[in-house]
């Protein structure tokens, strides 16, 4: 997570380059060559990663009502193939890619959201985005979306409350009350974003879930502001 100027980024149709790293298109399959130092502990991240999408989607969603910030699954249902050098990992499995963009800064129509997904045994993956804003009602999108690309909504579930975090971010997320949200696996926690491997229930099924917590308070927070560039740095 560098942050870099205009002037090491390059586009074309196939490949975005940032810095030392790229990701490039072929029609079937997204390479990610990643080229980059830890911080703020300095280290080597080199590795290569592979996502092998069972179909491309065209579903985009605004998330506040001015429709200035848009989220949209790329490759809901794919696969994943990712082989590090350094550090020396190597896994495979489910995978999902998106996109989210902004016409203007996250904590201007934000305040916080709650977001999952989940593969479900058909092969789909089944989708929720939960956002509150600063003014207006809350937005829920629910969706499945099919290997295929196609896609419907669902009636999202009420939401269930998870434990803080250890940077004590509240946290809730929409599941079927058959069963309790249990959080097993706490992949990132920070002062304003969490993310958490859950086990819980949709559309009836029992399912094990990505989930994230977002703080935008937090993130936009003095304290948090002063600590970024010591785990993001800025280079040109």
Request: glycine content about 6%; aromatic content about 8%.
């Amino acid at each position: 997570m560098t942050e870099r100027s205009r002037a090491s980024v390059q586009r074309s149709a196939d490949r975005l380059v940032i810095g030392p790293s790229q990701l490039h298109w072929d029609g079937e399959c997204l390479t990610i060559d990643i080229d980059e130092v830890c911080m703020p502990i300095p280290r080597r991240v080199r590795g290569r990663v592979r996502v092998h999408p069972q179909g491309l989607c065209r579903f985009v969603a605004a998330l506040d009502d001015g429709g200035l910030h848009r989220w949209g699954p790329i490759a809901p249902c794919a696969r994943v193939e990712a082989e590090f050098d350094s550090p020396g990992v190597s896994w495979s499995g489910h995978a999902y890619l998106d996109s989210n963009e902004g016409d203007e800064p996250i904590d201007r129509p934000f305040t916080e959201w709650d977001w999952s997904r989940a593969p479900l045994k058909d092969g789909s993956t089944g989708v929720i985005y939960d956002v509150r804003q600063k003014q207006g009602n809350d937005r829920v999108i629910a969706v499945r979306f099919q290997p295929s690309g196609e896609f419907e909504h669902f009636t999202p579930p009420e939401r269930q409350p998870l434990p803080q975090t250890a940077w004590r971010i509240g946290r809730t997320m929409r599941t079927d009350e058959r069963q309790r949200a249990t959080v097993t696996q706490t992949l990132e926690d920070t002062p304003f974003y969490v993310r958490s491997v859950v086990a819980s229930s949709l559309l009836g099924e029992s399912v094990v879930s990505v989930h994230e917590t977002l703080s935008v308070p937090r993130l936009v927070s003095t304290a948090v502001q002063l600590m970024l560039p010591w785990r993001m740095p800025r280079v040109r």
